[in-house]
């Protein structure tokens, strides 16, 4: 009792539900009313919590429940007196399984309930058709012989030779609305050519469109010739009027109303069993709706409360206001919950320590709960503040009584208060409608209640822009009502305070300054006192110009002309626009036929030439060997090769000074790494940021090889199917050159380490070194040969081998150089002895890509067997293999520059980070297969090119 002066203590208490019984806690805990949940999950959207799905199920069946509503104020006979009633006793929460029933049921009700409303529909259409033909019929069985075309007495012998006039009829019924305009545009519009009468039909038929009972008006137009048969029927298409078929002879239409009327018949006895149907699926819908719509409106509430919770592994954890005085039965309803779901471990509550102000409870009971509403009206109390509801009810029937002190008022209010303290109880008195009809036993107010949720806001929100809509539409009102003097529409409107009458500023102040009153009630005024309106000013009709029936024929007259000047006019524009389209579209086609005979040929060209360039450089073929290119000298003549040349002592020494340069930086390097290294956190956080698929031709697609330029990462060079090779600038996004010459689909492209020069080799049999600058293939090879003159050094021929090489890569000091072959076999070739020194057997299909790390004791392999493996050059044996999922396909591998990551490239990207071999990243944004990965300088950036001809870049 003392909790009813001053708010009752309330504290935050954690719950921990167990996820198979966390429904059933929820709903007793709901019907107790007993706490009032806070939402977890702030930061996440209402769309994407877990369980969503059920609150659109429960939304879904909601709109079913309108539907049948609708139907059953519609066509339910007798109608409800009122909203349908309340179920009694309030059924519970459905659980899961039962909520399947209602769905299947009402959605079986829906669909029974929607054929036959649309076969009712139908058959009372169809019904008032043939009713409206027969009353046609009827109406105008004694008129058809009668009319006949008048003909004018002078011209009565030049008729009596005319054989061939025949009279014809349109009959039907028009809205009897519509009659008198129907007749005069009719009789304007054939200039007295028609006959036509107009007759009421006995009985009263339901409208199709807004289903009132209409006295439908008959009329029979009797015409001769075609053209004003035309305008006839136009005339009653524009009115919509419903015309029937209207025989000529007598015999017909006597067959046809007999026809009509068993018809009539059949149609209502089917219509009499089909509305009893329907008036049985209404009444088992009268009888279980209200039921449904608690139960599924208690299933949603306690969905939308398991959306507020935090969900864990096996539980989910919600916080909650409660009264301390109720913890036990808090935790009753936990239990209770948790033996009707079955659940073998029992949910929990644990109260936390609370750092905000909690919310005010004040019980409330049916008598206290209006003026405990009428306070927090005003203001809501603060936590464990005095409660002033308690006082007002003493003070406000005294406040009440003082107003209304006399025995007349006091008795009618005592007998008001007492029908409704009998009638409390009654469902007719209680409206679902009426936002205050619920009241509950325990009732949560809050000043700042940012943290609780708030099940009435949709209905503020709706109410607030209801109110709005109000207020739109009373100004819209406002702006055509009349003024008290002049009782037009005005353009300056103002208010006068003395009267709260509208007038016309420009009336109101003439009349002011003659009388200084106010012209309604003649009080004192001044046009200070006028208060101005801002309103839309409307549109002023046009003064009318024919209000006599000669001006009236004139104005239709010079309507006419000018909607036949016009059409004359279109039709002119209609014939000059298609000559002119025709003779566009034969322009156009002769200009792509043009073009593309052009383009062919443009294209023709240009492979010839790029076809015979690399061939300028060759001399007589009795000089040089079929299998030997030709070099380029300083003056550009072309300079005979010989055979091989061989591994001399020049060409040794070359390669030994250059080994133990690169050698030497390789080591330097390796001592540190670089300081502008990317970081692993930071790699892993890399997406796609440029993504470029126009590079290759999309008639053959896909790009098979990839490489950056080593002094220039921004220059990327590819290798397509579409046997090009083409070099891309990453900053500028353009292509730089476009290399063609291939007569197959390249397979491996090499950007050379400091020259504009790059590298591409072919299954056609050949290597190509192209000039980038110049666009041109420098010369055509298949050996080991000297770039700068194009001799061939030494070719290495492999008797062991009996199957091709599938891939190959040189070491970063230069001297030995790794090569793959289709019989899984990993070859290590010293260049200088042109000996195979080491061999690397393991995997178990062809060996697809290889690539040396930079600290030059690491080689990276991937096989089709969906595997990598690494290896150490100075122990000769396999230390790592990482295996990827089944059926992964190895295309590419690559180290960057520090020889801290590897990427591998295939069904799709991963970087992993050496010496741990973990993955850091992942990319699936190719949709074909992946072909070439490449790293930017300090691994700033990724790039990869596949299948899919896109060539695409990652980084932050």
């Not at 700068?788 to 081998?801: C, H, I, N, P, Y």
């Not at 074909?928 to 990869?944: D, Y």
Request: glycine share 6%; net charge neutral.
């Amino acid at each position: 009792m003392g909790s009813m002066f001053r708010s009752e203590e309330v504290c935050l208490v954690q719950l921990f539900l167990q996820s198979g019984s966390a429904y059933s806690c929820v709903s007793e805990l709901g019907e107790l009313g007993l706490v009032e949940f806070r939402d977890l999950n702030p930061n996440i959207n209402s769309f994407q919590r877990r369980f969503v799905g059920e609150v659109r199920r429960c939304e879904e069946l909601e709109k079913t429940f309108n539907y049948l509503e609708q139907q059953i104020n519609r066509s339910l006979s007798p109608p409800l007196r009122g909203p349908l009633p309340p179920p009694c006793p309030m059924p519970s929460a459905p659980q899961p399984r039962e909520l399947i029933t209602i769905e299947e049921e009402s959605e079986r009700l829906a669909t029974e309930l929607k054929e036959v409303s649309s076969n009712r529909d139908r058959m009372r259409a169809q019904l008032t058709q043939l009713c409206q033909y027969q009353g046609v019929l009827t109406q105008t069985h004694s008129l058809a012989a009668s009319q006949g075309p008048i003909l004018p007495q002078e011209n009565q012998g030049l008729f009596d030779r005319r054989h061939d006039v025949h009279l014809s009829f349109v009959a039907g019924v028009v809205h009897p609305w519509k009659a008198p305009s129907f007749e005069r545009l009719l009789w304007r519009a054939c200039r007295g050519y028609i006959i036509v009468d107009f007759r009421e039909m006995e009985g009263r038929l339901e409208h199709p469109d807004t289903g009132e009972m209409v006295q439908w008006t008959v009329f029979l137009i009797s015409y001769w010739g075609d053209q004003i048969g035309q305008k006839v029927k136009k005339i009653c298409d524009c009115f919509r009027t419903q015309t029937f078929a209207y025989p000529e002879s007598t015999s017909e239409r006597e067959d046809i109303l007999r026809g009509l009327h068993g018809r009539i018949e059949d149609i209502k006895t089917v219509l009499s069993q089909t509305e009893a149907f329907l008036q049985q699926l209404l009444v088992r819908a009268v009888a279980v709706l209200p039921q449904w719509r608690v139960r599924v409106q208690k299933c949603k509430a306690v969905e939308m409360v398991l959306n507020l919770c935090s969900p864990s592994d096996k539980c989910l954890i919600a916080e909650a206001w409660c009264p301390v005085a109720k913890l036990p039965e808090l935790q009753s309803a936990l239990r209770e919950g948790g033996r009707k779901s079955g659940s073998g471990v029992d949910s929990f509550h644990n109260r936390l320590p609370c750092s905000i102000e909690p919310p005010t409870l004040f019980p409330i009971n049916s008598f206290t709960a209006g003026f405990q509403n009428i306070v927090e009206a005003y203001g809501v109390a603060s936590y464990r503040e005095v409660n002033p509801a308690l006082y007002t009810i003493i003070t406000f029937p005294f406040l009440f009584a003082v107003m209304f002190g006399d025995m007349g008022h006091g008795l009618l209010m005592a007998l008001m208060a007492l029908y409704l303290v009998l009638e409390e109880k009654n469902p007719k008195m209680k409206n679902s409608s009426n936002e205050d009809s619920f009241v509950k036993e325990h009732s949560f107010s809050m000043p700042a209640a940012s943290d609780c949720l708030h099940t009435s806001e949709d209905c503020v929100q709706f109410r607030i822009k209801k109110d709005k809509d109000r207020r739109s539409k009373a100004k819209t009102d406002f702006c055509t009502l009349p003024l008290e003097i002049s009782n037009e529409v005005p353009e300056h409107p103002c208010v006068s305070p003395v009267s709260s009458q509208v007038f016309e500023r420009r009336l109101i102040e003439k009349y002011i300054a003659e009388n200084g009153t106010d012209p309604m009630n003649g009080q004192p005024l001044s046009e200070e006192q006028l208060v101005d309106i801002k309103v839309s000013h409307p549109i002023r009709p046009k003064a009318p110009s024919a209000t006599s029936i000669p001006a009236i024929l004139k104005s239709l007259q010079d309507e006419w002309d000018a909607v036949m000047l016009h059409s004359f006019t279109l039709r002119q524009q209609l014939q000059t626009t298609r000559q002119e389209l025709s003779h566009a579209l034969y322009q156009h086609d002769a200009a792509c036929r043009v073009i593309a005979r052009l383009t062919k040929e443009v294209t023709a060209a240009r492979e010839a030439l790029a076809t015979l360039k690399p061939q300028a450089g060759l001399v007589a073929p009795q000089a040089v060997p079929a299998s030997q290119p030709a070099a380029v000298g300083a003056g550009g003549e072309p300079m005979e090769i010989s055979e091989q040349v061989g591994m001399t002592p020049e060409v040794i020494q070359k390669l030994q000074d250059k080994a133990t340069v690169l050698t030497t930086e390789r080591k330097k390097r390796g001592k540190t790494v670089p300081e502008e290294l990317v970081r692993a956190e930071d790699l892993s956080k890399y997406r796609q940021v440029a993504s470029h698929a126009g590079l290759h031709s999309a008639s053959v697609p896909g790009i098979l090889a990839l490489d950056l330029c080593p002094s220039d990462t921004n220059k990327v060079l590819t290798g397509g199917a579409d046997k090009n090779v083409v070099v891309f600038d990453k900053n500028e996004e353009q292509i730089v050159a476009t290399l063609k010459g291939h007569t197959k689909k390249v397979t491996s492209v090499i950007y050379h380490p400091s020259q504009s020069v790059v590298f591409s080799a072919s299954p056609d049999s050949t290597i190509r070194v192209w000039s980038v600058t110049g666009g041109n293939c420098v010369q055509v090879y298949w050996a080991f040969s000297d770039v700068q003159t194009g001799r061939v050094l030494t070719k290495v021929t492999d008797e062991s081998a009996g199957c091709a090489l599938t891939c190959a890569q040189f070491h970063p000091d230069g001297l030995i150089f790794g090569t793959g072959t289709a019989d899984s076999q990993i070859k290590i070739w010293d260049l200088k002895e042109r000996t195979n020194v080491a061999n690397f057997p393991g995997h178990s299909g062809p060996v697809t890509s290889i690539a040396f790390s930079e600290n030059g004791y690491y080689l990276a392999t991937g096989a089709q067997d969906s595997s990598v493996k690494l290896w150490d050059l100075r122990k000769l044996k396999n230390f790592k293999t990482i295996a990827l999922d089944n059926n992964y396909e190895v295309k590419s591998l690559v180290f960057d520059q520090s020889g801290t990551y590897l990427a591998v490239g295939g069904t799709d990207i991963r970087v992993y980070i050496c010496k741990q071999w973990s993955e850091v990243l992942n990319f699936s944004d190719h949709t074909g297969l992946v072909t070439g990965v490449a790293f930017g300088e300090n691994a700033r950036f990724l790039t990869s090119a596949g299948m899919d001809r896109s060539l695409k870049f990652y980084s932050l």
